[in-house]
């Protein structure tokens, strides 16, 4: 018998980091809304469009640092779906945080995606929704491999040195910051703390926590710092190009 997914239609972005490594682009202004260079849209921007591409309607957008300016620009802006903000009145941690928006969902009772509010990322989420319902996972989360910072030496078992890569693909998978998660999984959550020393580690021991690989070739990116915005920028032209 075949399994008919469930494609989400709302999300929670996870939008309250105070991007200390991104300054002096975050002294007046949320992570989120450091713009790419050469877009003139900020990374929330582009994060919303591709959510509504991908069939969400909803969006709760949990904020902190510096909240009223993303707020501002949320009201301002033509946004492709309806979006809802929460402010945490104390820091409730990681998972609590991430509780607490979910609390402000249309649908409780129906699946959502979740990504941090850092992440500049295309892929497919329908397919990562499928992976999730065909695993009857509570929680699924992306997988990427990023590229080391570094040039990596390859050496032969008697100690020569046989090749020289740059920058290349890490050996090991990452959590990507962008997930799917059953109802059933908010009542997992902790009120106050963080869920990926607590919720994560029980799902993975009762086998109810699966990993989605990225696709070959999808864009993915953590932008952390100075060089990951010009980095995006320099991919992006490429792309156009």
């Known amino acids: 018998m075949t399994r008919t997914t469930t494609y989400p239609t709302q999300a929670v972005v996870l939008a309250g980091g105070q991007g200390s490594r991104l300054r002096p ?5 949320p992570k989120p809304m450091v713009e790419i260079p050469g877009t003139g849209t900020p ?3 582009h994060q919303l ?6 069939g969400v309607t909803d969006a709760v957008i949990s904020c902190g640092h510096l909240a009223g300016v993303l707020q501002e620009w949320l009201d301002t802006a033509d946004l492709p779906l309806r979006v809802t903000t929460v402010v945490e009145s104390e820091p409730l ?8 928006a979910a609390a ?5 009772q129906s699946p959502w995606y979740a ?11 329908q397919d990562m929704a499928a992976f999730h319902d065909e695993r009857d996972a509570t929680a699924t989360l992306a997988l990427a491999r990023p590229r080391i910072p570094w040039g990596a030496v390859g050496t032969d078992t008697f100690g020569h040195i046989t090749d020289f890569i740059e920058s290349p693909p890490s050996p090991y998978l990452i959590n990507a910051g962008v997930y799917v998660f059953s109802a059933a999984f908010t009542g997992l959550l902790p009120d106050l703390g963080d869920h990926e020393r607590t919720t994560f580690p029980r799902l993975a021991r009762e086998r109810r926590l699966a990993g989605f690989p990225l ?9 952390d710092t100075a060089k990951d915005l010009s980095e995006a920028a320099k991919e992006l032209a490429a792309a156009r190009g």
């Open 93 to 100: 941690g990681r998972g609590g945080g991430l509780k607490y």
């Open 115 to 125: 990504t941090n509010g850092d992440i500049w990322t295309r892929f497919s989420l």
């Open 215 to 223: 696709p070959q070739g999808a864009y993915w990116r953590a932008i």
């Open 43 to 45: 990374i929330i921007g």
């Open 25 to 29: 682009y975050t002294d007046d202004r």
């Open 49 to 54: 469009s591709w959510l509504a591409a991908e």
């Open 104 to 108: 402000h969902l249309p649908d409780p």
